[in-house]
């Protein structure tokens, strides 16, 4: 199975930027749909991304639409969710998945591999 590693979560001002990453290992990588998830403090995780096998069809949730971007390189086996235009209410820790399929959507049961998480801080 495979194992993920997330990277790249910080403090940084509201307006600013992130790019988390998400390593994985094993040599099927590209095999896998990939998706961001966030939990903030006192919530339940939702849905924040997600990309197909090959990378070519996204979809993201509404309220980051226009500000994150996600994208793979499956050469490198790594996953990326770039923020843009950061603010306090993006506050949680970032979490990535893999879905043993070539396309997965917003709901946690499509996942069947987990990162352990970056925290990710937005200050006003």
């Known amino acids: 199975q495979v194992q993920l590693v997330e990277s790249g979560g910080g403090l940084v001002q509201a307006g600013g930027s992130l790019r988390l990453s998400c390593a994985a290992s094993?040599?099927?990588?590209?095999?896998?749909?990939m998706g961001w998830f966030r939990q903030a403090p006192g919530k339940e995780r939702e849905f924040v991304a997600a990309?197909?096998?090959?990378?070519?069809?996204?979809n993201y949730i509404d309220s980051v639409k226009g500000r994150f971007t996600i994208s793979r390189d499956n050469a490198k086996n790594t996953m990326y969710l770039q923020m843009n235009s950061l603010n306090p209410e993006d506050t949680a820790v970032y979490y990535c998945?893999?879905?043993?399929?070539?396309?997965?959507?917003?709901?946690?049961?499509?996942?069947?591999?987990w990162g352990q998480g970056t925290q990710v801080t937005v200050s006003s």
């Open positions: 998945a893999a879905a043993v399929r070539s396309y997965a959507g917003p709901y946690q049961a499509e996942y069947d591999a």
């Open positions: 094993g040599r099927t990588f590209s095999r896998y749909a």
């Open positions: 990309i197909n096998w090959s990378g070519d069809s996204t």
